[in-house]
């Protein structure tokens, strides 16, 4: 499911503390998960020590924004200034599919105008974060029906035994 | 108003003060093992297929007479599951449906959605299989054709809506969700609604052997306290008093026993003295409730 977080920047927040938020709201969701081990998110976000708030500062947030995206989950966080940030009803409670997230996710960042150069080298090396345009959906999960069973049907079985 | 306000109950099944609530429920065997195999069915198809191959919404529906105890059903059905389940586990999830209904404009439908597609989402994102109840359904999906304009037609069609986009997301991107939803006022639901139940079953008033049976537990749990009463449970003649109780639901018939304890000083004093003449009596004082026949007259019948 697509997903939409807004976030207020000024004059609600400064560009830094809005990234702050930013950063915390990932790493809440992404880290709930087993396979996301804790400080990873905060860890990988570091590359863009700097570059995110001055992001949000230029507004190349506002509109594309910042796609996560891993199976089963797709949010994009848009990143709002002036008036739309007076007016934002923020949510910063983990994002649901958090929780089943892989060591996979990869974090979009959209194109930043004259920051582009800066940004594109700051995660050339980063497993988690890309420059590249994020897919339209999440990808679907693996259609391995084992592992994914809701349901013991030796336990259904045993149903139809009982009186 | 919290999302967390909006949910009355939250707990991880097996939770030992839901372990009797399934068997203190006196139905036809039929309409519990419908209940829970469809439940069983939805997780078991939803998440090993899609939506498109399954047309499966994860949603079933309750309905019948007050009292017959759908939403104890539905409460119980969580615990009964675990048990079925790969990792042994299940949470039950029950709405508030009041808490989400708001006289401010647009308030409803903001509530409704992100209650049931943020979260509720996340509280079962760990894919642990999740029964979902909304009791007294009505208040959420009025029906916008009967939507009366003194009350607002917009939002109800707003939040009406809500719940059935919310319905529709779950139904292919949470398959460990189901849905139980119940109602005495089957008329005053949306039809898309109701159209998106995979399962609707009727519970109904009790027949006579039913109404025996519910004398009887209601009795022996008392027994605990007044032991005579056990005695009572087995007479006989509580038959009688079972076929003069029929049409009654099943709330009506427990309250009977304390209807026939205020008949006379003595059993208020000793409810061991209870006697079947005093049940007798009881049954004779209390008419059927005629709500049925109200509430139901706009429903629809049969089960699919």
Same mark, same amino acid.
């Given at each position: ?24 709201? &990932?790493?809440?969701? &992404? %880290? ?5 081990? $804790? ?46 940030? &007076?007016?934002?009803? %923020? ?14 996710? $990869? ?57 | ?32 093992? !419908? ?38 059903? *539905? ?49 079962? /994102? ?17 029906? !916008? ?9 917009? /939002?109800?069609? !707003? ?36 159209? !998106? ?48 109780? *029929? ?22 004093? +000793? ?6 003449? /005093? ?11 005629? +709500? ?13």
């Amino acid at each position: 499911m697509e997903r939409t977080r807004f976030i207020a920047a000024a004059p609600v927040r400064s560009a830094s503390e809005a990234w702050r938020v930013v950063s915390a709201l &990932l790493a809440d969701t &992404l %880290e709930r998960s087993s396979s996301v081990p $804790t400080g990873s998110v905060a860890k990988e976000l570091s590359l863009l020590k700097g570059l995110g708030p001055a992001l949000i500062a230029g507004g190349h947030l506002e509109s594309k924004g910042l796609v996560l995206v891993d199976t089963g989950l797709h949010l994009t966080i848009r990143v709002l200034t002036a008036d739309a940030a &007076l007016e934002v009803e %923020e949510n910063l409670n983990p994002v649901p599919g958090g929780a089943s997230a892989s060591d996979g996710w $990869t974090l979009y960042l959209p194109s930043a105008g004259p920051l582009d150069s800066a940004v594109k080298a700051a995660v050339k090396n980063s497993t988690h974060l890309t420059t590249d345009a994020p897919p339209s959906s999440a990808p679907a999960e693996k259609s391995d029906g084992a592992s994914r069973s809701l349901i013991d049907v030796n336990a259904l079985r045993n149903l139809g035994n009982k009186p | 108003m919290d999302p967390s306000e909006m949910i009355k109950i939250a707990c991880d099944m097996p939770d030992a003060r839901y372990a009797n609530l399934w068997d203190s429920i006196v139905v036809e065997r039929s309409i519990k093992d !419908r209940l829970l195999l469809s439940a069983a069915l939805s997780l078991r198809l939803r998440a090993e297929l899609p939506f498109e191959a399954t047309a499966l919404h994860g949603l079933a529906f309750l309905y019948g007479p007050p009292g017959t105890g759908k939403t104890t059903l *539905a409460r119980g059905l969580a615990y009964q599951l675990a048990p079925l389940t790969t990792r042994r586990k299940a949470r039950f999830i029950e709405i508030n449906p009041h808490g989400l209904m708001s006289a401010e404009h647009g308030q409803s439908q903001r509530r409704v959605t992100e209650l049931l597609t943020e979260h509720i989402p996340s509280m079962a /994102d760990d894919r642990t299989p999740t029964v979902v109840l909304l009791d007294e359904v009505e208040s959420m999906v009025v029906a !916008r054709s009967q939507a009366s304009l003194a009350a607002n037609p917009a /939002d109800v069609h !707003r939040a009406t809506d809500a719940v059935l986009t919310a319905i529709d997301s779950s139904a292919s991107t949470l398959p460990h969700l189901i849905f139980v939803a119940t109602s005495n006022f089957t008329g005053a639901i949306d039809e898309a609604f109701l159209s !998106r139940a995979d399962v609707a079953i009727h519970v109904p008033t009790p027949d006579v052997p039913g109404v025996l049976a519910i004398l009887k537990a209601t009795l022996e749990a008392m027994s605990k306290a007044f032991p005579a009463l056990a005695q009572l449970a087995r007479r006989p003649q509580l038959e009688q008093v079972a076929k003069a109780l *029929a049409g009654m639901d099943g709330r009506r018939i427990r309250k009977t026993v304390s209807e026939a304890m205020l008949g006379r000083l003595e059993t208020v004093i +000793q409810p061991g003295d209870l006697t079947v003449e /005093d049940l007798m009596s009881a049954a004779g004082r209390i008419k059927p409730s005629d +709500q049925f026949a109200q509430t139901m007259s706009g429903g629809r019948n049969g089960t699919n």
